[in-house]
Structures are given as structure tokens and as C-alpha cells.
């Protein structure tokens, strides 16, 4: 089984530094350019099933996957961004000025952290893992299976397939529109791919 993890593209509130949880904001022109990118990647890929967060800025680069490879697109909810609470919307420098204490603990303790009016950190992973382990066991070891998810989101699921435990979570990053591939073989999960961004056109990479 190979597992292709997918970052969306950009939106203008990516572009603009604001933090993006569930709001649902669509893809700029950037965003979809770099979604057809990927659906152009998706046929090397040979993909047998497509899982989407339901927000916007997920499902529409899973319906350029879904178009390209003749698949239908299963939303889950449970892959959709963390909650951000009180905190969407704002940008990094806000955060360090309106919120000190949780900008601190989130830098230091990241697993620790319920965003005000949100939720948590461990609350994303559980919810996340809970929808990749019923994706797993619907499927075959001849499968290849894509998942098209957030940045938080994607990044607990490729800490928990490696081991790496939620106070190490800053220590990853990903860019919009990158791929993280796994494959499965005899020892369990193994990383064959992080941050990949080689199928974006030189245009169309991030910034």
C-alpha cells in the first residue's frame, strides 16, 4: 500500500500570513494552478481511492485528483485543520502580542495547548488517526490510497506514523501543495517522500 499525504494550495489568507484553521477559504488563482500541478502528478501515482478534508481549499484540489484519474472523492471530516478558536484569522505577530502565554506554551509545549474556543492539538491527532486507521483497514496492500489534508493535520499523521511524539511537532514543516508518500511493507510504515514539492511547476512553487 502506498499512502500520498497532500498539503492544498494557496489561499489569500495564506498568502497574507493570516492563521487558517476550518474557515473555509477557496484557493486563489495560485492555489488552483498548483492543484491542477498535483492532479497531473496524481496519474504517475495510479491511485485507487481519494479521501478529502470537506473545506473548500481541500476538496477542490481532490475533485482536479478526482477529474484527472476518474475517481470519486470520500470526504471526512475528521481530516479537516485543527480548530482554531479565537485565534483564526489573526497573524503570527498578533499572536505574540494579543496572546503571549498561548504563543509560548504552543512554541514550547505544543501538546499541551487548547486553542481558546477550539481545540487541541491531541484532539486533531486522535480525530485524524481515528480516520486514517479506518482508511487502512478498508483497503488492500495493492492499494494506493490519497489523502488530501492541512498542514497541522498531515504533520500528526506523519508523526505518528514515525514514532515522533507531539512535542517534537515544530520540528516538521510543510509547504502548501507539498506531498509526504508512505509505503507500507513488512516492518510497518516507511517514509519515502517529505515536503516533496518536484511536481509543482517552477511558477507554481510556494513561496
Not at 477529474?67 to 498578533?94: F, N, Y
Not at 498561548?102 to 480525530?127: C, F, K, T
Not at 489523502?147 to 507531539?166: D, E, M, Q, Y
Amino acid at each position: 500500500m502506498k499512502l500520498y499525504l497532500v498539503r492544498h494550495g494557496e489561499t489569500e489568507w495564506n498568502r497574507s500570513g493570516k492563521f487558517l484553521g476550518q474557515h473555509d477559504v477557496p484557493l486563489n488563482d495560485l492555489g488552483l494552478a498548483q492543484a491542477r500541478d498535483i492532479a497531473k502528478a496524481s496519474i504517475s501515482w495510479r491511485p485507487t481511492a481519494i479521501y478529502s478534508s470537506p473545506l473548500a481549499r481541500t476538496m477542490q484540489v481532490a475533485g482536479e485528483i478526482s477529474k484527472t484519474v476518474g475517481l470519486e472523492v470520500s470526504p471526512d471530516p475528521r481530516l479537516m485543520e485543527l480548530d482554531l478558536g479565537d485565534v483564526e484569522g489573526i497573524s503570527g505577530v498578533q499572536m505574540r502580542e494579543e496572546w503571549p502565554e498561548l504563543h509560548r506554551v504552543w512554541r514550547d509545549s505544543p501538546e499541551s495547548v487548547a486553542m481558546p474556543g477550539g481545540e487541541s492539538l491531541v484532539q486533531l491527532h486522535d480525530r485524524a488517526w481515528d480516520a486514517f486507521s479506518q482508511v487502512e483497514k478498508a483497503h488492500s496492500d495493492a492499494d494506493n490510497i490519497v489523502i488530501v489534508s492541512h498542514n497541522f493535520t498531515i504533520r500528526a499523521l506523519c508523526g505518528k506514523l514515525l514514532g515522533i511524539p507531539l512535542t517534537h511537532f515544530h520540528r516538521t514543516y510543510l509547504h502548501l501543495s507539498s506531498v509526504c508518500l508512505f509505503d507500507r511493507a513488512g516492518m510497518g510504515w516507511r517514509l519515502q517522500k517529505f515536503n516533496a514539492t518536484d511536481h509543482l511547476s517552477p511558477g507554481n512553487l510556494p513561496g
